[in-house]
């Protein structure tokens, strides 16, 4: 079993920027491939980056590249999400989930996950 918290989230103004992380409870976090996902009201979970058990892969949907970075330190059981360059439409509750896998390939789907946290709210004001 895995718990994960994240924290980080606040209130932003557009354009600015926040850093979300995500703690592991666990040692063996360091063999999990770790996803960020995104819920605003009223709509689905939605996938928004993702990145492999060694760091070596990451991935992200379309509207956050360019924008948001997805970094992890494993001596620390920590995954980081760097959002650079906030927009209004990036509000929502985002979440960190985490799976065991030692492949590559990353999965960007909700159910590929096993693991989740609570959440943690980024407010971005135009």
């Known amino acids: 079993q895995v718990q994960l918290v994240e924290s980080g989230g606040g209130l932003v103004q557009a354009g600015g920027s926040l850093r979300l992380s995500c703690a592991a409870s666990?040692?063996?976090?360091?063999?999990?491939?770790v996803g960020w996902f995104r819920q605003a009201p009223g709509q689905e979970r939605e996938f928004v980056a993702a990145?492999?058990?060694?760091?070596?892969?990451?991935h992200y949907v379309d509207s956050v590249k360019g924008r948001f970075t997805i970094s992890r330190e494993n001596a620390k059981n920590t995954v980081y999400l760097q959002m650079n360059s906030l927009k209004p439409e990036d509000t929502a509750i985002y979440y960190c989930?985490?799976?065991?896998?030692?492949?590559?390939?990353?999965?960007?789907?909700?159910?590929?996950?096993?693991?989740w946290g609570q959440g943690t709210q980024v407010t971005v004001s135009s």
């Open positions: 989930a985490a799976v065991k896998s030692s492949m590559l390939q990353l999965r960007v789907g909700v159910e590929g996950y096993d693991y």
């Open positions: 990145i492999s058990w060694n760091g070596a892969s990451t």
């Open positions: 666990r040692r063996t976090f360091n063999s999990h491939a």
